[in-house]
């Protein structure tokens, strides 16, 4: 079992920056991939960005590639999303999830087990 808690969320104006942080408990986390989510009420849930056990293999979804970059630290148990250049239409919850998933499946949210409560992230304009 894998237990995940996000933090880092928050209110910041239009082209700032925040740090979430995916905090993992269990002692299998470095063998799972884990993707971060977001989702707006009343939208499905979009795919944001994945990295692979070792944070060797990342994806992103194209409209925050070159602003978002994720990262793991295994050691800390532990995944980064740092968003950049952050723009009204990020506004959003902001979930990590986790499991054993391949590369093709990094933006399917089906195939991840793990999943955290959301941290909420507001870009005001």
């Known amino acids: 079992q894998v237990h995940l808690v996000e933090s880092g969320g928050g209110l910041v104006q239009a082209g700032g920056s925040l740090r979430l942080s995916c905090a993992a408990s269990?002692?299998?986390?470095?063998?799972?991939?884990v993707a971060w989510f977001r989702q707006v009420p009343g939208r499905a849930r979009e795919f944001v960005a994945a990295?692979?056990?070792?944070?060797?293999?990342?994806n992103y979804v194209d409209s925050v590639k070159g602003r978002f970059t994720i990262s793991r630290d295994n050691a800390k148990n532990a995944v980064y999303l740092q968003m950049d250049g952050l723009k009204p239409e990020d506004t959003a919850v902001y979930y990590c999830?986790?499991?054993?998933?391949?590369?093709?499946?990094?933006?399917?949210?089906?195939?991840?087990?793990?999943w955290g409560q959301g941290t909420q992230v507001t870009v005001s304009s």
């Open positions: 269990g002692p299998t986390f470095s063998i799972y991939a």
């Open positions: 990295t692979n056990w070792s944070g060797g293999s990342t």
């Open positions: 999830a986790a499991g054993r998933v391949r590369y093709s499946d990094y933006s399917r949210d089906s195939r991840y087990n793990y």
